[in-house]
């Protein structure tokens, strides 16, 4: 009676595992966690790395992201030019500097150094 049927795959076993945490607090918009590791949406698509901070060329490390709920609260898709179906985002991870580098390179110093941010498109 199961012959034929295919095992789940790696991708299956992802989004179950985001729809799960999600529906947790189905309406967040951010998910924090310095140093931790994104939540996303499926296997597919993930992206693979962000590179290093361009002031002190040390490691980024992951600091937040953007859940899919974001685009709906912001009305991404009714700001959209007249065709455009706007973005197409499952989730936005930022990673930020591990040494927290500010102005000249110098941990902690005063000023604030860009932000890498990877996205992984909508995989549903």
């Known amino acids: ?11 299956d076993k ?16 951010l998910r924090y966690c310095w140093d ?13 790395a962000c590179g ?6 040390g490691p980024r490390v992951y600091e937040m992201q ?4 974001l685009l709906h609260y912001l009305d991404v898709e009714g ?3 007249q065709g455009d179906m706007g973005m197409d985002c499952a989730v936005a991870a930022v990673y930020s500097c591990a040494a927290s580098c500010g102005a000249g390179g110098v941990p902690e110093a005063e000023g604030y150094e860009e932000e ?9």
């Open 1 to 11: 009676e199961w012959a034929g049927e295919e095992h789940e795959s790696q991708g």
């Open 14 to 29: 992802a989004f179950r595992k985001f729809r799960k945490r999600v529906a947790r607090a189905p309406t967040q918009v």
């Open 36 to 48: 931790g590791a994104p939540l996303w949406q499926g296997a597919a698509g993930q992206p693979r």
């Open 52 to 57: 290093p901070c361009p002031r002190c060329q």
């Open 66 to 69: 953007a859940m899919p709920a």
């Open 79 to 81: 700001a959209a030019p």
């Open 116 to 124: 890498a941010c990877l996205v992984q498109r909508d995989c549903v």
